[in-house]
T-cell receptor, first 113, second 115 residues
């Protein structure tokens, strides 16, 4: 069966520090991969998605970047974190068919001090 | 552009009763899919139920059913026989056909089940 791993679970970082969040998927090949951010009490905002290795699409201009160095690995990065980068970050994968749901990792709670 | 509207920020339901969570959507795509997800306080997003735009029958999954009214562009989630463990945020989402599965989420409804 397919599983998705996302780490770390929580992270506290100072303003201006770099960021690297990692997500890996097991049990499937060529998944679509996604990074979302969720502000407290709000819905999910799509940040990046990827349909293949090295293929990254950005939905919202921001202080963040994403990379997909391997088929089942998706990384969210920042060179210098801002206070506004605080939030709950979720990685997800899906198949390519319309009726296939997205499957989410457990999320990372990022606090910027 | 696609849009999901969930007008109920919070709902209460008595344990063992049924509850309906509202969702309306807007899309110009003829082919689309509608999903409901549950997010407990721990944060993970759990897929509950799916309805395709061309599906003739309303989707059901155990205690979850989807009241799909295409002409009204609504896809309400019905939870029967509510349990305390159903207390969570519930998100409606829409996806459209294309090279990837881009999903637009609503703002969510917080459901609290009262013993």
């Amino acid at each position: 069966s397919q599983t998705i791993h996302q780490w770390p679970a929580t992270l506290v970082q100072p303003v201006g520090s770099p960021l690297s969040l990692e997500c890996t998927v097991e049990g499937t090949s060529n998944p679509n991969l996604y990074w979302y951010r969720q502000a407290a009490g709000r819905g999910l905002q799509l940040l990046f998605y990827s349909v293949g290795i090295g293929q990254i699409s950005s939905e919202v201009p921001q202080n963040l970047s994403a990379s997909r160095p391997q088929d089942r690995q998706f990384i969210l990065s920042s060179k210098k974190l801002l206070l506004s980068d605080s939030g709950f970050y979720l990685c997800a994968w899906s198949g390519t068919l319309l009726n296939q749901p997205q499957h989410f990792g457990d999320g990372t709670r990022l606090s910027i001090l | 552009a696609q849009k999901i509207t969930q007008t109920q920020p919070g709902m209460f339901v008595q344990e063992k009763e049924a509850v309906t969570l509202d969702c309306t959507y807007d899309t110009s795509d003829p082919s689309y899919g509608l999903f409901w997800y549950k997010q407990p306080s721990s944060g993970e997003m759990i897929f509950l139920i799916y309805q395709g735009s061309y599906d003739q029958q309303n989707a059901t999954e155990g205690r979850y059913s989807l009241n799909f009214q295409k002409a009204r562009k609504s896809a309400n989630l019905v939870i029967s026989a509510s349990q305390l463990g159903d207390s969570a945020m519930y998100f409606c989402a829409i996806t459209h056909s294309g090279g990837y599965q881009k999903v637009t989420f609503g703002t969510g409804t917080k459901l609290q089940v009262i013993p």
